[in-house]
Nanobody, 123 residues
Framework: QVQLVESGGGLVQAGGSLRLSCAASGRTFSRYAMGWFRQVPGNGREFVAAISWIGGSAYYVDSVKGRFTISRDNAKNTLYLQMNSLKPEDTAVYYC????????????????WGQGTQVTVSS
């Protein structure tokens, strides 16, 4: 079993940056692909980014390409999301998740989820 805890959210002005972290427990962290999703009230969880278990492949939703970077440190059991050039439309609760499956853009393919961290971008 994997337990995930996000941190690093907060309030930032448009154009600013934040780095989210996701600390994972469990010895099998390195065997899972990891993803970041976000959710605003009234909507489902939206795929943001994902990274393969060894970090060799990364995937992004078009709206964050060139602004966000996903990375992982398997030695520290930690996943990151560096968010630059933030926009008000990036405001959401951000969740990290892990999956043993290959369809990394689909939330239902993920086995474990964190509790979420709020990101608010003011205009």
């Amino acid at each position: 079993q994997v337990q995930l805890v996000e941190s690093g959210g907060g309030l930032v002005q448009a154009g600013g940056s934040l780095r989210l972290s996701c600390a994972a427990s469990g010895r099998t962290f390195s065997r899972y692909a990891m993803g970041w999703f976000r959710q605003v009230p009234g909507n489902g969880r939206e795929f943001v980014a994902a990274i393969s278990w060894i970090g060799g492949s990364a995937y992004y939703v078009d709206s964050v390409k060139g602004r966000f970077t996903i990375s992982r440190d398997n030695a520290k059991n930690t996943l990151y999301l560096q968010m630059n050039s933030l926009k008000p439309e990036d405001t959401a609760v951000y969740y990290c998740a892990s999956t043993a499956n290959t369809m990394v853009r689909i939330p239902t393919q993920y086995n474990y989820w964190g509790q979420g961290t709020q990101v608010t971008v003011s205009s």
